[in-house]
């Protein structure tokens, strides 16, 4: 994105009195055709919206959330580093991986590094850069789990180690089965009710939002949707929420350049992310072979 749009972005900002701020990162200056590549959501065939994504509240629902949770600073920090999946659509293990990370330092107390690579390329979505569904990809760590980043790295999976322009295959260690951590419970949840309850009491939730022009260029604040067309669907982290901003904060995966250190706030029921259902896991299992010291010790 020019100089020049990112000076009218923030004029529109100013005369909307918009609650963020905009700046020209790596993504919004990038052409339309490679921006897209970041984006990774395949609804599945006869998905249907919830009747109830349009209320807050689903009939007998109970209202049991905290007025404000941050899993960054919840009993300690429970949220792995921002990571970077390239100019592949691979958003969606980037998501679910980073749920399951969470979950692994909330129940068992270990900071790990999880293979995005082994979860997108090696699983049953195969060797490619297409989109995935949230649901479906928990599916397979529930199933198959993955292993860790050591034993399967993202980069490594790129020919020349290229993440923008490298064809993808798998490429997992020997002893990929005997590393590999599972999942026993996978939650959907369909209100922000249910969600925040969710995030009050267990953890992170994986997201799908629809992403416009502007978003590319979100520096903080809290986003909503001001320029710009629908660009595509994405797969986010959703690390927390706070009610007297009305918002939710999500981790995302276009690296600690984009956004907030990577991290970004979404105004409730912005740009669909909460017409399409949310996803929690439970039950980590760690492979028993293995000692799990924690996030430097791993591999």
């Known amino acids: 994105m020019s100089t020049l749009k990112i000076q009218a972005l923030t004029a529109t900002l100013q005369k909307k009195q918009a609650r963020w701020q905009a700046m020209e990162t790596e993504v919004s200056t990038m052409s339309k055709a490679k921006r897209q590549k970041l984006l990774g959501v395949e609804v599945p065939a006869g998905f249907a919206f919830p009747p109830d994504t349009a209320s807050s509240r689903a009939p007998g629902e109970i209202a049991e959330f905290a007025p404000a949770v941050d899993w960054r600073n919840r009993n300690g920090n429970h949220v792995t580093p921002v990571k970077h999946q390239g100019g592949c659509g691979s958003c969606v293990s980037f998501c679910t991986v980073a749920v399951t990370e969470s979950m692994a330092s909330i129940e068992k107390g270990q900071l790990l590094d999880l293979s995005e690579a082994d979860q997108h390329f090696c699983s049953s979505h195969g060797p490619n850069c297409g989109g995935w569904w949230h649901d479906a990809a928990f599916q397979q760590i529930k199933n198959r789990g993955v292993c860790d980043e050591a034993c399967n790295p993202?980069?490594?999976?790129?020919?020349?180690?290229?993440?923008?322009?490298?064809?993808?295959?798998?490429?997992?260690?020997?002893?990929?089965?005997?590393?590999?951590?599972?999942?026993?419970?996978?939650?959907?949840?369909?209100?922000?009710?249910?969600?925040?309850?969710?995030?009050?009491?267990?953890?992170?939730?994986?997201?799908?939002?629809e992403v416009y022009t502007d978003f590319f260029s979100y520096?903080?604040?809290?986003?909503?949707?001001?320029?710009?067309?629908?660009?595509?669907?994405?797969?986010?982290?959703?690390?927390?929420?706070?009610?007297?901003?009305?918002?939710?904060?999500?981790?995302?995966?276009?690296?600690?350049?984009?956004?907030?250190?990577?991290?970004?706030?979404?105004?409730?029921?912005?740009?669909?992310?909460?017409?399409?259902?949310?996803?929690?896991?439970?039950?980590?299992?760690?492979?028993?072979?293995?000692?799990?010291?924690?996030?430097?010790?791993?591999?």
């Open 154 to 209: 993202y980069a490594s999976s790129f020919t020349n180690n290229d993440i923008w322009n490298g064809t993808p295959s798998c490429k997992s260690c020997a002893d990929r089965n005997n590393r590999a951590v599972k999942i026993t419970n996978i939650t959907t949840l369909n209100s922000t009710t249910d969600a925040k309850n969710y995030l009050t009491n267990t953890g992170p939730l994986a997201a799908i939002l």
């Open 219 to 299: 520096q903080n604040g809290v986003y909503h949707k001001v320029s710009g067309v629908l660009e595509g669907l994405h797969c986010v982290t959703v690390i927390g929420y706070n009610e007297t901003g009305q918002y939710w904060i999500c981790k995302n995966s276009w690296g600690a350049g984009w956004g907030d250190g990577g991290f970004f706030c979404i105004a409730y029921g912005e740009c669909k992310i909460d017409a399409y259902p949310k996803i929690g896991v439970s039950g980590i299992v760690l492979p028993p072979a293995r000692k799990w010291q924690g996030w430097e010790t791993l591999g």
